[in-house]
């Protein structure tokens, strides 16, 4: 069987190369280097041995993923070719190192045989340049592969493979997002090499002003000050709930339930469509934040009576949305957002068993505002035809509702006057929805309309000295006319 014998070549001092990877150099067989483009290298001249490297790989692989699996198909033609061959790369193989995932998944499956040499990895160099204990938590990250979510507050962070200033600059915009303008960070070039070693602490906002980054750079962000902290992440959010509901915490927060909180979940969810509604993005944050707190509140009080933690709901609602996702995560296809919903409508029937549309009617939630409620139902019989086949329909429904209404104002028959009430309401629902317009935030938009107007009147009447209560009708209409001249109210 073909065999490849991985050797790390450390972070780039030749003190730092084994014992046993040096005696696997001097072998005789051939050798690859990932990149020639390390310290090491110069040791492989310097004692003639002859090395090829994947350095032109880089020049025209589109992406680091293309570059690496042609790294892997190289390495296994030669392991073809020669039996058996040197692989070498920087620092120490099994760390952040993915070709070595690839062939090692190869190796699993029987179709090559794998021999690894560690070495000494570039995080201990780092660690001692800045002279940081990292006992705390560490987290490596590839800035090849950097997301502002795979940062962690609550530990130190090394980002590697910031090569080049360009990734440098990718790097701070993401920082800057999760630490702000002014938290200081290390740029460490060539960590613990004699002669070549450079370290900078600087703000984030200079980490692409820097002229020397190259492949030996990395950048190490140190762990957020207990004490003094004003950067928080979910974990944090979860710790400081845990500690409002123990014994040491705030008397309100602990005698909660999921009942006495049940009213403050649709409160802050109504809060949220208000700041959506006035485009109002720094309330916005806020509101999102308050409704976040609901979920955390609530996960809380199940995890201490034993049913669920806040990582199940993560967990389910991850499923979730990958289960309904299936022309996103699967190998369904959707051309258009209509067919998206008919997808993601599809999976949810499949999970929750529905068996016929009569089923699906009754399971939308029963505590929504009547008018969505109404629009759900609406859409999802005309799902099956059961429709108008124009609004004009709608407008004739309208109008023989409100005629049925006017027949029995008069009389003293209250349930049938509920009742016919109802019958309108339910109609103009439905012209709402061949108009494609949601009829809970049209009619929360002429709500917020009404308000604005009648604050024109009242405003107007104290300049007139007039009281709201003594002025006619007439009076006050004049005013209203004049307030949608002044586009009180534009909603």
Same mark, same amino acid.
């Given at each position: ?13 030749? !003190? ?7 005696? %696997? ?10 990149? %020639? ?12 041995? =002859? ?39 920087? !620092? ?8 070595? #995932? ?58 590697? =493979? ?29 960590? !613990? ?48 709930? $845990? ?8 008397? *309100?927060?602990? %005698?909660?339930? =999921? ?38 509140? =609530? ?5 201490? +009576?034993?049913?669920?933690?806040? *990582? ?31 997808? *993601? ?12 549309? #009569? ?39 309208? +109008? ?6 006017? +027949? ?66 007439? $009076? ?16």
């Amino acid at each position: 069987m073909k065999k490849i014998t991985v050797i790390g070549l450390g972070p780039g001092n030749i !003190g730092d190369l084994t014992l046993k990877a040096v005696d %696997k150099l001097k072998s005789g067989l051939p050798v690859y280097l990932r990149t %020639k483009e390390h310290p090491a290298t110069k040791y492989l001249i310097d004692n003639n041995i =002859h090395f090829e490297s994947f350095d032109y790989i880089y020049e025209h692989g589109n992406t680091m993923d293309e570059v690496y699996n042609e790294i892997v198909e190289s390495l296994l033609k030669y392991a073809e070719e020669f039996g058996h061959i040197n692989y070498c790369v920087p !620092g120490n193989p099994i760390l952040g190192e993915k070709t070595i #995932t690839t062939l090692n998944r190869l190796k699993e499956q029987g179709e090559i045989s794998i021999e690894i040499i560690t070495g000494m990895s570039f995080i201990e160099s780092v660690i001692s340049t800045i002279e940081k204990d990292v006992i705390d938590g560490l987290k490596l990250i590839d800035g090849l592969d950097f997301k502002e979510a795979s940062l962690d507050i609550n530990s130190a962070n090394i980002i590697t =493979h910031v090569y080049k200033p360009e990734i440098a600059s990718e790097v701070k915009l993401k920082l800057v997002e999760r630490y702000g303008d002014e938290y200081e960070v290390y740029v460490i070039r060539a960590a !613990g090499i004699e002669g070549e070693e450079r370290i900078h602490k600087i703000p984030i906002y200079e980490v692409d002003r820097i002229e020397w980054v190259d492949h030996l750079t990395s950048i190490y962000v140190p762990k957020c000050d207990k004490i003094n902290k004003k950067l928080y992440d979910m974990y944090n959010l979860i710790d400081i709930m $845990e500690k409002l509901r123990s014994k040491e915490g705030c008397k *309100w927060d602990i %005698k909660q339930n =999921h009942q006495s909180l049940r009213e403050y979940i649709v409160e802050e969810a109504y809060e949220v469509v208000d700041a959506i509604d006035d485009e109002d993005y720094d309330l916005l944050s806020e509101e999102l934040g308050d409704v976040l707190l609901q979920v955390v509140f =609530h996960s809380q009080i199940a995890s201490e +009576e034993g049913y669920f933690s806040i *990582w199940d709901v993560v967990r389910n609602i991850s499923e979730k949305l990958i289960y309904r996702h299936p022309h996103v995560f699967g190998d369904e296809e959707a051309r258009d957002d209509k067919e998206a919903v008919d997808s *993601w409508n599809s999976m949810k029937d499949k999970e929750k068993s529905v068996a016929n549309y #009569t089923e699906k009617l009754k399971n939308i939630t029963k505590n929504l505002p009547s008018l969505l409620k109404s629009y759900k139902i609406q859409d999802k019989v005309a799902d099956v035809g059961f429709d108008w086949p124009n609004v004009q329909g709608a407008m004739s429904k309208v +109008e023989e509702e409100l005629i049925e209404v006017k +027949e029995v104002y008069e009389g003293d028959d209250t349930e049938r006057r509920e009742e016919e009430l109802g019958d309108l309401l339910f109609a103009v629902v439905n012209i709402c929805r061949f108009a494609n317009v949601n009829p809970e935030i049209a009619l929360n938009k002429t709500i917020n309309k009404f308000i604005n107007r009648f604050s024109y009147i009242e405003s107007e009447s104290k300049k007139l000295k007039k009281d709201l209560k003594n002025m006619t009708l007439e $009076e006050m209409d004049v005013l209203w006319e004049k307030s949608k001249i002044h586009n009180y109210g534009k909603f």
